[in-house]
């Protein structure tokens, strides 16, 4: 026999389900229960009165709840809550350090590094009562503290912008820049950044074998402001050709201006060969720099009663970080004077040489005059590597043509000159012990850092890290523009300075944290 519901005993349905719905936890009331609300409607179990009233009731609690469980600053646990689901609609990156758009057009990534060095140096080049040689007493240092971001920007625009903390205020903006990819074989760059040149100059500081660069990155053209064309073939093959202000450096303000051009080229050689492995890989490269910029040659506080103003356009550190300038080639600018002294200043005719009256001298004294220096580079480089090993090497020869045509108080004009090529190379071979292959790591030319295997974990002391062995000889030779010249040839090296450099080392890192 069926039964009929009386209107009462709907009534009493309704007040029950009621009850059951409000005495579930608050997730989202309205929308969890709409469907069984919708059929107790349809079939008459509630009006639409009620309907309607129960679904106002929950709308606020719903909109509560939601902004409740927005709140990433309420406990550790709600704020883990909230990255979790946000990582879904892509606000938040994977990591935490960064944001993108939810369309994953754009995004925004928290960057740097923190690099110390801790070192007890061997004196090879002997003590000498200046403050270049205070360069060489050991210590423990901050190498390296930059912060800054990097990201996308609509899809086709990538951007870079990182703070140097370490040094002076002046040398505080280390990169800045924004590149439009047309396609990946067609973008440009503009803003400050590494120039293409050098491929141990164009890997970061993050993946370089040691912690310093080798004499090659010291006459590498390096971060400067300039624009750039560039670009990576599906063939592996990369092009780079820019046009950058040189001898100015922004972060100095130093009133040394230039204008040069650089051109790169690199092939990854291991796909032409049938049957390679993929943790195969053959680099070779070459690039080329040319133009000139100026230089104000100075007098010096430390010169004793010399009072010759100069300007070094070749030099070089020890590349270790230890002694400061173990070779400089510098032009003679304003020559030394005194209120009744004369200078004895070389002219155009070969061999002959005019005296003439010149003005006041004095210590920290700027030139009247600044000195052009005209510079081509030219270097070749190679990268071989497979699965753990990698050997790695530049070749460089850099031409130097320095002139210094000033004019004393009395008008009289006179001429220096210096001129010659530095020749640097370097050989590299790094081995990674736990078994990372380099080969993957190529991006766009440049050999890249590697990643463990194994990351390491301090709480329970398990995974090895990434360890590694390097070995490294490098030397440069400056000999071409002779030693010990008399100053008034412009012209002027100290018997320290030595012309070639050999440096052996090996490396053992410390377990790598990914």
């Known amino acids: 026999m069926n039964k009929t519901t009386t209107p009462l005993a709907a009534k009493r349905i309704a007040i029950a389900v009621a009850a059951v719905c409000t005495s579930l936890p608050l997730p989202a009331l309205a929308n969890d229960n709409k469907a069984m609300l919708d059929l107790m409607l349809k079939k008459g179990v509630i009006s639409q009165k009620d309907y309607d009233e129960f679904m106002e009731a929950n709308k606020e609690a719903d909109e509560n709840k939601a902004f409740k469980d927005a709140r990433i600053d309420k406990d550790v646990s709600t704020s883990i809550k909230d990255i979790q689901k946000r990582q879904n609609d892509g606000s938040v990156k994977e990591n935490g350090f960064g944001f993108k758009s939810k369309d994953g057009n754009s995004e925004l990534n928290i960057t740097g590094r923190l690099h110390f060095d801790a070192r007890v140096i061997s004196d090879d080049h002997g003590q000498y009562t200046d403050r270049d040689s205070g360069s060489m007493s050991d210590r423990f240092s901050v190498r390296r503290a930059r912060i800054g971001a990097t990201g996308v920007f609509n899809k086709d625009i990538n951007y870079e912008v990182v703070t140097n903390l370490v040094g002076s205020s002046a040398n505080l903006l280390d990169t800045a820049w924004a590149n439009y990819r047309f396609s990946p074989e067609a973008q440009v760059r503009v803003g400050r950044f590494k120039q293409p040149f050098g491929q141990e100059t164009l890997m ?225 071979f790094l081995y990674n012990l736990t078994g990372e292959s380099w080969a993957s790591t190529y991006r766009s030319g440049v050999v890249g850092g590697i990643r463990p295997n194994s990351n390491f974990n301090f709480a329970d002391r398990s995974g090895t890290g990434a360890w590694q062995l390097g070995l490294r000889y490098s030397q440069y030779d400056a000999g071409s523009f002779g030693a010990n010249v008399s100053a008034t040839g412009g012209e002027t090296n100290y018997p320290r300075t030595g012309k070639a450099m050999r440096s052996i080392r090996l490396r053992a890192a410390l377990p790598a944290i990914q």
């Open 204 to 428: 970061s500081s993050n993946n370089i074998g040691f912690m310093e660069r080798t004499y090659q990155d010291q006459i590498a053209p390096g971060k400067q402001a300039g624009v750039m064309f560039h670009g990576e073939m599906p063939s592996s093959l990369t092009y780079s050709l820019s046009a950058y202000q040189a001898g100015f450096d922004p972060q100095s303000s130093t009133d040394n201006l230039g204008r040069e051009g650089a051109l790169r080229v690199t092939y990854n050689l291991a796909k032409l060969i049938q049957g390679a492995a993929d943790d195969v890989l053959l680099h070779v490269g070459v690039a080329g720099t040319s133009g000139n910029y100026d230089v104000l040659p100075t007098t010096s506080s430390q010169g004793g009663s010399d009072r010759t103003t100069r300007g070094a356009f070749v030099a070089f550190n020890d590349e270790f970080g230890g002694l400061r300038n173990v070779y400089r080639n510098r032009i003679l600018g304003t020559p030394p004077c005194t209120s009744t002294s004369s200078f004895v200043a070389p002219t155009a005719a070969a061999g002959s040489a005019a005296t003439v009256q010149c003005a006041f001298g004095g210590y920290s004294l700027a030139a009247a005059d600044a000195a052009t220096v005209n510079r081509q580079l030219t270097g070749l480089e190679f990268a071989f590597a497979k699965g753990p090993a990698k050997l790695q090497g530049e070749y460089t020869v850099a031409d130097y043509t320095a002139t210094s045509q000033a004019v004393t108080s009395s008008g009289a004009r006179y001429t220096t000159q210096s001129k010659g090529d530095v020749k640097v190379y370097y050989v590299e």
